[in-house]
Structure formats: C-alpha cells, structure tokens
C-alpha cells in the first residue's frame, strides 16, 4: 500500500489540463489536493476528477477558484477508484500541485 505523497507537479504552463495523478488499475486512492500559488498576484484553479484523460465540465471538483498570492487551497476526501485522474489548470505558472493520501488493493 503506497501512502503519503502520491504526486507533485508545478504548474508552468497556464490554461492547459495537466494530469497530477492516475490511479493505478488494481488500485483505489483516498487523496487530498493542495494547491499552493508561488505568486504574488492571485491565481485561478481548477481541478478534476474524471474517467478519461481530458476533463469534461462536470467533472471539476473547483473550477476557477481563486488563490491569493502565496496562498493555498486543499480539498481533502476524495476518493478515486482504478483508471480514475486528477486534473489541475491554472490560469498562470507558478502554481504547485500535490496530492498525498493513500493507495490500497480492494478486498
């Protein structure tokens, strides 16, 4: 069973859908998001929660969400079950992504 950090990313790109995480096929996770904006103007986010590579509309767990400069926002609890992604976007670089929580092979 994998626990603790499970990924990272810095977002450098703005505007663009980045994969922070796949679950892996034999797998279910319980993982908690932060995100923590670098900057010195606010930053909008987003993140998902999908069944596919590219995230749909309703997929977003936070959507345009907006974080101060040099703060951070954490949504905990989420679960993903096997084949399952998280997404984050920002609308500038300077953004880092991490997901921590756990990965465990149902009974």
Known sequence: MASGRLAGLDLTTANTDQQLYACPGSKVA???????????????????????????????????????????????????????????????SGVSAVAFGYEETPS
């Open 30 to 92: 319980c993982a908690t998001v932060s995100l923590c904006n670098r900057n010195n103007s606010t930053s909008l986010v987003r993140l998902a929660l999908c069944t596919t590579t590219s995230p749909a509309t309703t997929d977003y767990l936070v959507f345009d969400q907006a974080i101060p400069a040099n703060e951070s926002l954490e949504r905990a609890g989420i679960v993903l079950a096997a084949g399952q992604y998280l997404y984050v976007r920002t609308n500038q």
